[in-house]
């Protein structure tokens, strides 16, 4: 499950690509539009957008900006039209990639897409050719130092979590996807604070990346990717030795 945290934990520590708060409210206004669309405005009978608006809140977006992307959603003001697309494909050194994107122009979105697994030797795929390498789960970070094991481990299990799994600086909790939602609320209440919580896609296994030149044309490609407007979020199966990774940066 290494491959999903390692780029996790490469983001936040980059800070680069995190730190555009107006790139984090665009891809957060996508989500609760298309949540609107799909089930309704109403949180409570629309898990997704009770989900949405949650992070949102989390990431401090202002009340207005959440209640106009929910109006576009339902159709009471005029807004764009988004379709939701999963890209998969393979990136440098045989990495599985899954790219989760919402446009409003398809065309635009796969040429670009394209063009960056080209540009560092990897190539787009056909749909389902990597994405039988990953399962989707509940993910909840927590850091380490807030909380003991056991402690999360009884409040994490007793609202229904799957596993709790301990990681260089974080303990990982993962919930099946249809529970995220209500197990996410009941540790918040109980007052847990997270330093990430989404529905995420993690890699069965993960490839080893050694070559520091295979690594950096990899790291570019998540880059460029996670960079993109219509791009929501990246997923892969690898995994770098943290020596190699200082090297990189």
Known sequence: MSGHSKWST??????????????????LIKEITV??????????????????ILTAKTENMPKD?????IKKGTGEIAGEIYDEIMYEGYGPGGVAVLVECMTDNRNR?????????????????????????????????????KISEDELMEMALEAGAEDVVEEE?????????????SI???????GLNFVD?????????????TDEKVARSLMKLMENLED???VQNVYANFDIDDALMEQLS
């Open 10 to 27: 490469i983001k936040r520590k980059k800070g680069a690509i995190d730190a555009k708060r107006g790139k984090i409210f665009t891809r």
């Open 35 to 52: 949540a609107a669309r799909a089930g309704g405005g109403d949180p409570e009978g629309n898990p997704r957008l009770r989900s949405a």
């Open 65 to 69: 900006n959440i209640a106009r992307a």
């Open 109 to 145: 979105t796969v040429a670009d897409v394209r063009h960056f697994f080209a540009k560092s030797n990897g190539n787009l795929g056909e749909s389902g050719c990597v994405a039988y390498m990953f399962d989707k789960k509940g993910l909840i970070l927590v850091d380490k130092t």
């Open 169 to 181: 600086s974080e303990f990982h909790i993962y919930t099946a996807p249809e529970d995220f939602d």
């Open 184 to 190: 996410r609320s009941t540790l918040e209440e109980r």
């Open 197 to 209: 919580a989404q529905v995420s896609m993690i890699p069965q296994n993960t490839v080893e990346v």
């Open 228 to 230: 993109h407007d219509d």
